[in-house]
């Protein structure tokens, strides 16, 4: 049962598991445990993340494709629901078209950029890939009627979601309204789609894109065409990110241009998947969680050690607030230098 | 039944392969030689799709595959293992193996199903690597392997793309005097089929002479001897381009 839930992938290794099993109750009690409204977006964030740096594993780890227009598919994904609820109001009807054109769009775009680029070499891709991306962001943002330009789209959430809906008094001192529902509903959707992608990888479809990863040379040679492999590969990565960017905006209620299509994020996602491991989807996990709470808690943490060193003059200087992008550098470059395989793949050694 | 006409292909002005025909029949084993950069392994080359060629044609069973991409070929029943070893080097052995069973099966596109739960391959691939010998060594990373076992993986992948082409390019070289025969044994026991095609590019005279129901000779990308491997070896023309440039290799 749970090898099948699994797809035959287990964590074999006893901390991974534990790692995994507390970020998967974690999550579902997050609202319970940590009640408040920037602890509940910080755990939708995680979700979110997940999914989103899952899918990019796909292609990094497992195709060997380095692509940087994976926030450009997030993006869509988010615009497409952040657009259908501003022009069609905030019912079910408008998610859904919202959704489905995400995704269909995500998928043709994929396809036109995989079917005539995926031949070229990696870093030719890559550098298209940035191209595109830069292309569609400054076209979102000229778009202003139709996205709200630099200031993206606020909009108004289907009725259930919202917190003005109510289902019950409290629950564990919890109110039972429509933003509990709308985390479960996050949470529930991304619990779904990673265990696609796991499906996906431990499939004969995923055996063949690592063997594109490890030699497409002779992938191609016993047969296999790996420009097909690769493109339906990029589709799949492009819906799944759509997904998750449509996700986002069902939770957030707003969506602008920083906080799905800037290429920030599209380098917090390749940090997560370096960190948590490539090619193991279990690190996306672990490095989704550990970046977005590094981004949302560092400065916390950094406060209060800056408090406590008051008065030490160098120390109290480098630990200030204001450092954690700093510390979060030194933190990555510590990562990748001692465990090259990420996370996941440190854990996974045999010692 | 494989063929190439007047096949040839230039890097700049220099053929690599110039002019070659010669057909393959089924159930006999061709060995090509030649000295080092005589051309055999572009031949290969141009044969299994991995280079276009300039001009000429190759055909198999009666069908132009000139122009067709590599895979497509092997789908169509050509098999070729490389000089170079070229494995997935951090994919397990059995991996390796079970990737080439697969591409016959059709499962390639298959996204939902768990790939353990196809046993049939995994039986098969194990029962290629028992063949060769590996079968112990089925869960090894194919990149931690001796470089005799990494040969006989090669040969353990073109064993499982189930071919009717068989290409071998040199495929002992570099292993230990007491693994040879584990590779000679296969290559026979395929011509024993006799329904098989089998091309075998090999320095190594006695293995040549042993296996051979004829010797191809090319020589700066022509095709200048082709015969009984009698006849070949003690012809002047091949003293001349190959044994005698090669004396020590042979
Ligand atoms: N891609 C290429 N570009 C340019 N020249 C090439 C290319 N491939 C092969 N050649 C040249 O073609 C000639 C034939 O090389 P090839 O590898 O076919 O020889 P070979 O008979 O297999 O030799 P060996 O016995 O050493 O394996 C050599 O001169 C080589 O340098
Ligand atoms: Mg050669």
Redesign the pocket.
């Known amino acids: 049962m749970l090898r099948s839930i699994l797809s035959d992938d287990l964590p074999r290794s006893r901390w991974l598991a534990l790692a995994l099993l507390a970020i998967l109750v974690g999550l579902a009690v997050a609202p319970f445990l940590f009640p408040g409204a920037k602890s509940l977006n910080v755990a939708a964030k995680i979700c979110v993340f997940i999914v989103l740096a899952a899918s990019f594993d796909l292609l990094l780890g497992y195709t060997g494709i380095v692509s940087f227009a994976h926030t450009m598919f997030f993006g869509i994904g988010a615009y497409g629901v952040a657009i259908s609820l501003t022009r069609m109001g905030a019912g079910w009807d408008a998610v859904a078209v919202g959704t489905v054109a995400g995704l269909v769009v995500a998928i043709v775009l994929a396809t036109v950029i995989g079917l005539f680029s995926l031949r070229v070499r990696t870093i030719f891709f890559a550098m298209i890939t940035l191209a595109v991306a830069s292309a569609f962001a400054i076209l979102a943002s000229q778009l202003s009627d139709l996205t709200g330009g630099e200031d993206g789209l606020n909009y108004r959430l289907p009725a259930v979601l919202r917190s003005s809906f109510s289902f019950g008094d409290t629950w564990f001192g919890v109110r039972l309204n429509g933003r509990l529902l709308d985390y479960y509903l996050v949470y529930g959707a991304s619990l779904v789609l990673i265990l696609i992608l796991l499906r996906i990888v431990n499939s004969p479809f995923g055996s063949v894109l690592m063997a594109i990863r490890e030699n497409p040379f002779r992938a191609e040679a016993i047969g296999y065409r790996t420009v097909v492999y690769r493109t339906i590969a990029s589709c799949i990565a492009a819906a799944t990110a759509a997904l998750a960017g449509a996700l986002l905006a069902l939770w957030s209620s707003q969506t602008n241009p920083d906080t799905t299509l800037s290429f920030d994020i599209m380098v917090d996602i390749l940090l997560m998947v370096v960190i948590g491991g490539m090619g193991t989807m279990y690190g996306a996990v672990i490095g989704a969680v550990l970046l977005v709470f590094a981004q949302n808690y560092l400065q916390d943490l950094l406060a209060i050690a800056n408090k406590a060193l008051v008065g030490v003059p160098l120390l109290a200087n480098l630990f200030h607030p204001d450092r954690w992008l700093l510390w979060l550098g030194v933190a990555f470059i510590l990562c990748v230098y001692f465990f090259p395989t990420g996370i996941v793949g440190r854990l996974r050694q045999k010692r | 039944m494989l063929e190439t006409k007047d096949l040839t292909i230039r890097?700049?002005g220099?053929a690599?392969?110039d002019g070659v025909s010669c057909a393959f029949e089924k159930g006999t084993l061709t060995s090509i030689v030649?000295?080092?950069?005589?051309?055999?392994?572009?031949?290969f080359?141009l044969i299994s799709g991995q280079?276009p060629a300039t001009s000429g044609r190759v055909t198999l069973n009666g069908q132009d595959i000139t122009t067709l991409a590599a895979p497509r070929r092997t789908r169509l029943g050509l098999g070729r293992a490389f000089?170079l070893t070229n494995l997935f080097p951090n994919l397990s052995t059995l991996e390796n193996v079970r990737l080439a069973v697969q591409v016959k099966s059709g499962k390639g596109y298959d996204l939902f199903s768990r790939t353990l739960t196809h046993r049939e391959l995994i039986d098969r691939a194990m029962a290629h690597l028992s063949a060769v010998s590996l079968a112990d060594r089925a869960q090894a990373i194919a990149a931690t392997l001796p470089h005799g076992d990494q040969r006989k993986l090669e040969v353990a992948i073109l064993l499982a793309l189930e071919p009717d082409v068989f290409m071998f390019?040199?495929p002992t070289a570099g292993m230990s005097v007491d693994e040879v025969p584990t590779i000679l044994d296969i290559i026979a026991a395929i011509k024993q089929r006799g329904d098989k095609t089998i091309l075998l590019?090999e320095?190594k005279m006695d293995v040549v002479r042993s296996l051979s129901d004829r010797i191809v000779v090319?020589h700066q990308?022509k095709l200048v001897a082709d015969g009984k491997p009698a006849e070949v070896i003690n012809s002047d023309i091949v003293r001349e381009a190959y044994l005698g440039t090669t004396a020590g290799n042979g």
């Open positions: 890097f700049g220099h690599a392969v030649g000295p080092n950069g005589a051309g055999k392994t572009t031949y080359n280079l000089q390019d040199e590019v320095h090319l990308g």
